[in-house]
């Protein structure tokens, strides 16, 4: 599975931006779609997540504030944020996992910066 992702970009906080990313087969054939984002200086943490179910998870520290669904127009999986906060900045990540008859795999994109100041 290849993941483009797009989207990211510098924005006051309050402000919104929307991240998309792009899967390269189907979405509703990959197991879970997730992003996950790494701030300067600090490990790659865990954003959202759906799942082929539709379920949805999301990290504490975005909860109600980020949307994560999937576009099946665009065959993409996007990432609404809205009222972003100064420590939202990152580079984000989209994430695919994929289980197959043998054994699961894990993709990941190339990750789009977003900044926010405050």
């Known amino acids: 599975v290849q993941l483009q992702a797009s989207g990211g970009g510098s924005v006051q906080a309050g402000g919104s931006l929307r991240l998309s990313c792009a899967a390269s087969e189907n979405i509703f054939a990959i197991n879970v779609l997730a992003w996950y984002r790494q701030a300067p200086g600090k490990q790659r943490e865990f954003v959202a997540s759906?799942?082929?179910?539709?379920?949805?998870t999301y990290a504490d520290s975005v909860q109600g504030r980020f949307t994560i669904f999937r576009a099946s127009a665009k065959n993409a999986v996007d990432l609404q944020m809205n009222s972003l906060k100064p420590e939202d900045t990152a580079v984000y990540y989209c994430?695919?996992?994929?289980?197959?008859?043998?054994?699961?795999?894990?993709?990941w994109g190339q990750g789009t910066e977003v900044t926010v100041s405050s």
């Open positions: 994430n695919a996992l994929k289980r197959y008859l043998l054994e699961t795999k894990n993709y």
């Open positions: 759906v799942r082929t179910s539709g379920e949805i």
